[in-house]
């Protein structure tokens, strides 16, 4: 989904060149080109625990204002959630369709139940390879590791 009121949607209109109407000819070859699931490539994320998160942001505050490895082209950001905490020199954010995608994997992993008609859209593209039964038992598996009670909302 593409919300063409917000900032991204307006560059990603913008990008189109469509010069007019959009036609379905057009809207056809908007479609197979997966314009708006374009992923960058390069962009990998990580999940780390605590300590490896404190280490990591260590390092950032090492290398402020220069590169995090240098000599190298990398890169990096800590965030929690929706919140960016920290980042090394030159990061930008990703685009929309790919962060989305990633914090909605992560929130799976932390068997999370509650999600927004647009976060389970970009979870079930990114599950779509695996059977709904994979799934199923993979959920169930990594829940019933919980401490925390187990109930549905």
């Known amino acids: ?10 560059i990603f ?6 010069g007019g109407d959009i036609t379905f000819d057009k809207l056809k070859q908007m479609l197979t080109q997966r314009l708006y699931y374009q992923v960058q ?15 990591m942001r260590a390092a950032l505050h090492c290398q402020t204002g ?9 890169i990096a950001a800590l965030r929690t959630g929706q919140t ?21 994997c992560y929130r799976f992993l932390d068997s999370e139940v509650n999600y927004a008609p647009s976060d389970l859209s970009f979870l079930l593209r990114a599950l779509q390879n695996n059977s709904c039964e994979k799934r199923a ?3 169930i598996e990594v829940r019933s590791n919980r401490r925390r009670k187990q109930t549905d909302p």
């Open 1 to 10: 989904d593409v919300d063409v009121d917000s900032e991204e949607g307006r």
């Open 13 to 18: 209109m913008a990008n189109m060149q469509l």
């Open 41 to 55: 490539a390069g962009r990998y994320y990580v999940a780390l625990s605590l300590v490896e998160a404190e280490c």
């Open 84 to 104: 960016l905490i920290d980042a090394s020199t030159d990061y930008e954010p990703a685009k929309n369709f790919q962060d989305s995608t990633a914090k909605c």
């Open 137 to 139: 038992n993979f959920f």
């Open 66 to 74: 220069l590169p995090l490895v240098p000599d190298r082209d990398t």
